[in-house]
């Protein structure tokens, strides 16, 4: 299986103002995003590809002056991939509010000619969906073949499939959840904390003053990280392995260090993630998307009934989950599959027994990757059937 | 059953230098504790009490100024409570580097004459057990009827049966385990770089400029008090409950505030949690802390292979664990009563079926301290039938 290779992404800009869940509404704005495939003539083999927390529109493939930067789900994607670039054309797009493209913090706020920093408005995952489908108008796909996505993503999946049942053939969700725990809120309010009170965030200002909060931004990843691992994970990649084995080469010689530096393997590792992602995220892009998590909950709306909540839903579902996540666990996969079954919905559903914790969705995992590879091959069926120009 | 009522801590003051793991010594230290009951004539009666994280020597009682200060295991140790002081002698102490009262980093270094700060040697829960055996001398306490501690205090019982098996007749090891896990090793390093990168924290000097790094340390208590807590407790008590449902009075006029402030009340609880953590306790002390919690391995020096490691106790041994304790799971305590059985050590371990995550050490739950206290009765039984002077 060979990469689609070399992709490219694309911007649209739109005049017409986004009104938010919030109230407030964004004047003007810009999504950037990507394609792989070709549109079929009816325009049914459209599949929409949502992103989570720290990716982006840059789901397959790398750029010709960027040959390293390959998309976050290129195992996923592409020619002969099981979302198959060959059947399928492929969109992957950039929320408002990232620092990857699309309008977000660090871009011009048109109403005082600086940039936004915290004044950019909550978005939530409706309003990012909202977007999408704006996007989708504009390049004439009244309705997908399947609007997929994981985690973060998976969210915006479900909320396809209730603000536009009409809008998706097939939902697909992989490991997501109907809404975050008190758990799920309270590590992201951590997260938060440790931005906001970081003194270089400058209260969401911190561009003019030529800074990063980095060190906030540093804990926030290396807490969102623990998260997104196994306990049995961690347990096997760095266990209790000290950092000076392999600075010594050997543990006879080994030792604890009796500081607040680094002693053990796994500090080693989350620093460095932490570090890294300090480099290239945006503070205000983080606060936005942890809040976008902490506010999903389709079901408020129906005094918590799920169930009545996908009642308007008309697409068939695939919906998987790893047995050793522990941030969004199969039980919350299955909350979903359960509202869906009492709705009489058709539902795939896929419990995958993988180490990796949250992680898994992204990893390679052949019975993973074969489930949603021969799920995409019966929505392909499908389409052959179809009348051209006509939907399901 | 009453509590053990006004109680006054006592001091000792040591000035023999006092060898550390790491090679240092500290020069000369004090050691605050608090005593409950009385000392019988052979001395056999004495039951030292190891605390946790953010606790002291003050386990039980209150004091006659701070009525409102009541010790934090008053509902384990007082007059007919699961651990008896009208049967037994019972000593809480505090640790060195604390900042309730043993000597630790707030207090002056003798080598420089200010405070220790960040120079506070590093100590380890073996250096913890090896000063409290010398007050344990001074105070002419040859052996102990049981040392008991939950957590990091469990650790410190199970060091004492490895340091000094001869000491004590029984260990008593409540939600603890042989060793941190690389998960809980993470966690204590993001509650360090809270703290460390807090500008505040003044590389461990913060008592000179007048400040403390309360940003940190807060991040610090909110990381770790999430890892007390199950996440089925969580929520229970919050779950996804808005703050503006109390402020409003009702679900109805409650919605959420697209903002970067509170909106759950589990955002709300943990914040309060953190701010009230970070004006009472030490962030030199937290780093301390967390560097003994991660040291502690005692199968280090055996190649990991615990069962040699507990070849040399004596001790009968009382474990306890919790159901939803995933900090300490009741995986980890097994592990420690299974080395114990392979040494044909006679244990007696408790897995408490109870909600409340690794917390449920500290709180109320009848089938828990029924269990400790009918253990006690047995120590009890053995030393009344014991020769005046002897030992078992």
């Known amino acids: 299986m060979s990469s689609i290779g ?12 986004l009104p938010l869940q919030s109230g407030a509404s964004l004047r003007d704005y810009m999504l950037m995003y990507e ?27 790398w750029y010709a002056d960027d040959p390293k930067n390959v998309g976050w ?30 309008t977000g913090p660090m871009h011009t706020n048109p109403a005082t000619g600086k940039p ?23 390049l004439g796909i009244s309705q997908f073949a399947a609007v997929m996505g994981g985690s973060l993503g998976g969210m915006q999946a479900l909320a396809w499939s209730i603000m536009y049942p009409d809008r998706l053939r097939h939902c697909v969700v992989i490991a997501s959840t109907p809404k975050l725990s008190a758990q799920n809120i309270a590590f992201n309010d951590v997260a938060r904390q440790a931005i906001l009170s970081d003194p270089d965030y400058h209260g969401g200002d911190f561009y003019e003053h030529g800074v990063v909060p980095k060190n906030g931004l540093k804990v926030a990843r290396m807490v969102g990280h623990i998260t997104y691992l196994s306990d049995d994970d961690m347990a096997e990649k760095f266990g209790r392995k000290l950092r000076s084995m ?11 260090k009796f500081g607040f530096g680094i002693d053990f393997e796994i500090e080693s590792y989350l620093r460095y993630q932490g570090d890294k992602f300090a480099t290239y995220f945006d503070a205000n892009t983080y606060l936005l998307i942890t809040k976008a998590l902490d506010y999903f909950d389709p ?85 052959a059937n179809q009348p051209k120009g006509g939907t399901a």
């Open 299 to 383: 079901a408020r709306l129906h005094d918590g009934d799920l169930t009545r909540t996908l009642a308007k839903t008309t697409a068939k579902f695939f919906l998987a989950s790893f047995t050793t996540d522990w941030r969004f666990s199969p039980e919350r996969s299955r909350e979903i599959v359960q509202a869906l079954l009492a709705n009489r919905r058709e539902v795939t559903y896929a419990e995958i027994d993988a180490p990796h914790g949250h992680d898994a969705f992204l990893l390679e995992d052949p019975r993973y990757l074969s489930m949603v590879r021969a799920y995409f091959e019966q929505i392909r069926g499908q389409i």
């Open 6 to 17: 070399i992709v490219s992404p694309q911007t649209m800009a739109f005049a017409e103002p």
């Open 116 to 138: 936004y920093g915290a004044m950019f408005p909550v978005v939530t995952v409706e309003d990012w969906v909202a977007a999408q489908a704006r996007l989708a108008d504009r």
């Open 35 to 61: 394609t792989y495939g070709t549109l079929n003539a009816d325009k049914s083999n459209a599949v929409l590809i949502c992103h989570a927390l720290n990716a982006s529109h840059h789901v397959a493939g």
């Open 246 to 256: 392999a600075e010594k080469g050997g543990a006879e010689t080994a030792g604890y």
């Open 73 to 102: 789900w290129d195992n996923m994607v592409g020619p002969n991939k099981p979302v198959d670039t060959n059947k399928f054309f492929v969109i992957g797009i950039n929320n408002l509010g990232s620092c990857f493209g699309s």
